[in-house]
């Protein structure tokens, strides 16, 4: 029999996007589940479409949490603002499970890495707030957004990291080139979120938890896509799997 130590912690992933879940459109999601797996845990994909005791259930299963980007924008009104017309249509589906599963593997002190659209989702759900659009309410001449040319690269811009986070420990280095594919970010952090890494004109690209001794770590920047040649991509993996292993030790009597 395998003991609790030697099995693979369990990271949940939920779908991006309601809309690609029942469409079978698992493409974009494949990076995320590789990349958990390639730092030596089992990926276990959560549907949208789970009741609220289903998604307890499974979340009492997890070691830990991965919250994908995804194309929809969260609903404003969570966060009390009126809706941008830039602002693009939310996925209720994605929000419920969001919270619904930070809402438990917080209380569970379960690490939590947020991605992109999945840092916006935390942060909203820790009472924070949102820019809405970038590109028409702050002043810059990076380009945050994705290039949507057909076979377009991901655009690419620096970032500069806190010497006293545990980015800046896996960067070795307090800047790093990281690629960027967004058009909201975080105006206000929310509750127990520290800010450790903004761009060039503000925008803050990274935050770490500042409470009690959770793991949770948010990036803007999209490291799944990178982690077959970037060390800083496949860091945020690795330290979660390790944290979310340790997790799954026995208590010492």
Not at 15 to 26: A, H, M, W
Not at 123 to 148: A, C, K, M
């Amino acid at each position: 029999m395998i003991s609790p130590v030697d099995q693979k912690p369990r990271i949940g992933v939920p779908y991006r996007t309601r809309n690609e879940e029942l469409r079978g459109d698992f493409d974009k999601l494949e990076k995320y589940i590789d990349s958990i797996r390639g730092a030596g845990a089992e990926a276990v994909v959560i549907s949208l479409g789970l009741s609220s005791p289903h998604l307890r259930k499974i979340a009492s299963t997890l070691d830990g949490l991965v919250l994908t980007g995804s194309p929809a924008d969260v609903d404003p009104s969570r966060f009390g603002a009126a809706r941008h017309a830039k602002c693009a249509n939310p996925d209720p589906e994605r929000e419920r499970t969001d919270f619904a599963l930070l809402e438990l593997c917080l209380a569970e002190r379960k690490p939590v890495l947020a991605i992109c659209y999945g840092l916006q989702s935390l942060n909203v759900f820790l009472s924070g707030t949102l820019i809405q659009d970038i590109p028409s309410e702050v002043q810059t001449t990076i380009e945050h957004d994705w290039d949507d040319s057909p076979g377009a690269p991901d655009r690419t811009h620096e970032i500069t990291i806190s010497p006293n986070s545990r980015l800046a420990q896996i960067a070795k280095s307090q800047e790093a080139l990281v690629n960027s594919s967004h058009h909201q970010s975080i105006k206000e952090p929310g509750r127990n979120l520290r800010v450790v890494s903004c761009a060039g004109d503000g925008v803050i690209e990274a935050v770490e938890w500042n409470g009690d001794a959770k793991w949770v770590m948010g990036v803007q920047w999209h490291p799944e896509r990178m982690v077959q040649t970037d060390a800083l991509a496949r860091g945020p993996f690795a330290n979660l799997v390790a944290v979310a292993r340790l997790g799954k030790m026995p208590a010492r009597a």
